[in-house]
């Protein structure tokens, strides 16, 4: 039987058997968690949910807050933006504490507002202002399409070239990662004519996990701002985004935040540019200083917080599931969660490697600190039979193309024994 102390140690000697997986899970102190989600059924089983970095499993709470929501609404009509449980009226602050906590930065420094690509789109307006030499944008290539998309747009509304006014990022002939240290050369040779650098915190495709405290730092050397998409980051890796002074930041909340499909977004600006009246930003009523919103007069006044980077009064319905996952999360805790993401994707490794039948590489870091939970099998041919089949035996992956098959063994809902029994229906694949 494994110890409580043996479970925290990082070399633990892992097995191929189910007694292993299951003696793992008895002393996983999140285990408890998996409890609070809704699994969907296979065969009158749970599957095993191994796709978490695309939608993470409705929290059970989730039903029971909407239904008190509407009840306030049927009860209070319009006056619920006041009187309702949950105040409507600032609905919005009850995630910032949390929402610090996922990320590292202070409650004043974070809101949930929007979705992720607005506020993308949002905060280039900005945080990219380009002017005489200074204007071009580094991103990795390859990035996910809504980043190309969002960098693409905001270089032309500005009159620039893409072709010109992009840098990208990619990773040295016959290799799958981006090094650090092509981007840090490749910041200092572009000097003083970049203006932004742009990155995804983990990559979607390879599950790389950038070194942001170094890049940003680079990133201001060369006197540059440095943003970054978190999608595939929150709630998945510890970070420090005040602490290494990241100037904004962007996330979804659907994917390890668990907060539904197109959950609300959510964004970071560190303070030193919040109450910063230099700083361009769009106003929107909602972004206005509180104080003054019910005046009805011109003139946008931007509060003194992330919070004037909102728009709109926030959409209730779509932040009660934001609500009911934060809580889950917050109550497991970064720490917690990360120690046994590094176990759960340790022995997920572990086990792919015992796979000989199947010709696939990971693509994903094996170092844990460059990584998250994610892992990306490459395939060299069949792979869409490979995920067909996961998917008729029960297994929810993700697939991208050309040959990619994501699993992503989620600390907060996904067991030892779902790692392991997926390895078992792998192994059965294409021996017929």
């Not at 202070?106 to 945080?127: G, R």
């Not at 035996?393 to 050309?402: F, L, S, T």
Request: net charge negative; hydrophobic share 40%.
């Amino acid at each position: 039987m494994i110890t409580f102390a043996q479970s925290m140690m990082m070399d633990i000697q892992y097995e191929a058997t189910q007694a292993f997986a299951r003696d793992l899970d008895q002393v996983d102190t999140l285990y408890h968690f998996r409890t609070r989600f809704n699994f969907p059924q296979h065969n009158g089983k749970d599957v095993v949910y191994m796709c978490g970095n695309s939608l993470g499993l409705q929290p059970r709470s989730v039903e029971y807050l909407m239904q008190q929501e509407l009840k306030d609404w049927a009860k209070y009509g319009v006056e619920g933006h006041f009187q309702a449980a949950n105040s409507w009226f600032s609905y919005h602050q009850i995630f910032s504490e949390r929402l610090a906590r996922v990320v590292g930065a202070k409650k004043d420094e974070v809101v949930a507002t929007n979705t992720l690509t607005v506020n993308l789109h949002l905060l280039m307006i900005s945080f990219y202002r380009p002017g005489g030499n200074r204007y071009k944008i580094l991103m990795e290539a390859g990035a996910f399409p809504s980043d190309q998309y969002a960098v693409e747009t905001q270089v032309r509304m500005h009159g620039y070239d893409p072709e010109d006014a992009i840098i990208e990022i990619a990773p040295k002939p016959g290799k799958h990662i981006i090094e650090e240290e092509d981007i840090i050369r490749a910041i200092e040779e572009a000097g003083d004519s970049l203006a932004l650098v742009m990155l995804g915190g983990v990559n979607y495709y390879t599950g790389q996990y950038f070194d942001l405290k170094q890049i940003t730092a680079a990133a201001h050397k060369a006197g540059a701002y440095a943003g970054y998409d978190l999608a595939h980051a929150a709630g998945n890796i510890p970070m420090q985004l005040h602490d290494w002074d990241v100037d904004f930041a962007c996330w979804c909340s659907y994917k390890y935040l668990n907060s539904g499909p197109g959950g609300v977004g959510g964004l970071y600006v560190h303070e030193k540019h919040c109450g910063n009246p230099e700083i361009f930003r769009l106003g929107g009523w909602w972004g206005n200083d509180e104080k003054d919103r019910f005046k009805m007069r011109k003139g946008f006044i931007p509060q003194n917080n992330a919070g004037s980077w909102q728009m709109s009064n926030a959409p209730v319905f779509n932040m009660v599931a934001h609500n009911a996952a934060l809580d889950i999360h917050d109550k497991a805790g970064m720490k917690a969660l990360r120690e046994k993401s590094e176990k759960l994707t340790g022995f997920a490794e572990f086990l792919l490697k015992q796979i000989k039948h199947l010709s696939f590489e990971i693509i994903t870091p094996s170092d844990p600190t460059r990584r998250g939970c994610q892992l990306s099998l490459l395939f060299a041919d069949n792979g869409r039979e490979v995920f067909d089949a996961l998917t008729k035996n029960g297994v929810i992956a993700d697939w991208r193309e050309p040959n990619v098959i994501r699993i992503a063994p989620v600390p907060l809902y996904n067991s030892f024994e779902d790692v392991y029994r997926f390895y078992e229906i792998l192994q059965t694949v294409n021996r017929s």
